[in-house]
T-cell receptor, first 113, second 116 residues
Framework: DGGITQSPKYLFRKEGQNVTLSCEQNLNHDAMYWYRQDPGQGLRLIYYSQIVNDFQKGDIAEGYSVSREKKESFPLTVTSAQKNPTAFYLC????????????FGPGTRLTVT | AQSVTQPDIHITVSEGASLELRCNYSYGATPYLFWYVQSPGQGLQLLLKYFSGDTLVQGIKGFEAEFKRSQSSFNLRKPSVHWSDAAEYFCAVASYSGGGADGLTFGKGTHLIIQP
């Protein structure tokens, strides 16, 4: 079955540590996205990539980094510079010409203490 | 910059009653609009989308939405809700450049509660 995989479902880290969240898709989509969700805040765009080896900052990119070495994979690193990293992180993908129709993964809940 | 407003944080509806969730958007060009649903701790599922053409669009699970350009609205409706419809609902608008979609701007969501 085609879809988007995010692992792990729950992730716990100590403050000051970098952590990488995985996102893999087998939908053959060119575009991939990372969103952050906080209670009562909706989803906010962190980074997106429309093609391999290229990515763009979204609205809240500070304290995050990404890479796009393969079409199927778009890992997100939450660095120690992110002031409030505890959140629910959602990865999505789409056909570039789909005008925003995105498919979402199940999410990773990151807790930093 | 684009924005989406969902005026209702929580809505409570009796099972079998009709439902309308409100969404207002701000976008300078032709909007591409979406409604997504999210169950607790899960990802988002696309309910329906509006790109162009007929302003009344049908989606999955018996939902529909009407695009009204004059009111900058894209309200979601369902004639008769089921207990399984209890979830968080998000309205979103796509921003895009010549190369494709740059991402979605979401409203803050409406939490739907179904009373027995």
């Amino acid at each position: 079955d085609g879809g988007i995989t995010q692992s792990p479902k729950y992730l716990f880290r100590k403050e000051g540590q970098n952590v990488t969240l995985s996102c893999e898709q087998n939908l053959n989509h060119d575009a991939m996205y990372w969103y952050r969700q906080d209670p009562g805040q909706g989803l906010r765009l962190i980074y997106y990539s429309q093609i391999v080896n290229d990515f763009q900052k979204g609205d809240i990119a500070e304290g995050y980094s990404v890479s796009r070495e393969k079409k199927e994979s778009f890992p997100l690193t939450v660095t120690s510079a992110q002031k409030n990293p505890t959140a629910f992180y959602l990865c999505a993908s789409s056909i570039v010409t789909a005008m925003g129709e995105q498919y979402f993964g199940p999410g990773t809940r990151l807790t930093v203490t | 910059a684009q924005s989406v407003t969902q005026p209702d944080i929580h809505i409570t509806v009796s099972e079998g009653a009709s439902l309308e969730l409100r969404c207002n958007y701000s976008y300078g060009a032709t909007p591409y609009l979406f409604w997504y649903v999210q169950s607790p701790g899960q990802g988002l599922q696309l309910l329906l989308k509006y790109f162009s053409g007929d302003t009344l669009v049908q989606g999955i699970k018996g939902f529909e939405a009407e695009f009204k350009r004059s009111q900058s609205s894209f309200n979601l409706r369902k004639p008769s809700v089921h207990w399984s419809d209890a979830a968080e609902y998000f309205c979103a608008v796509a921003s895009y450049s010549g190369g494709g979609a740059d991402g979605l701007t979401f409203g803050k969501g409406t939490h739907l509660i179904i009373q027995p």
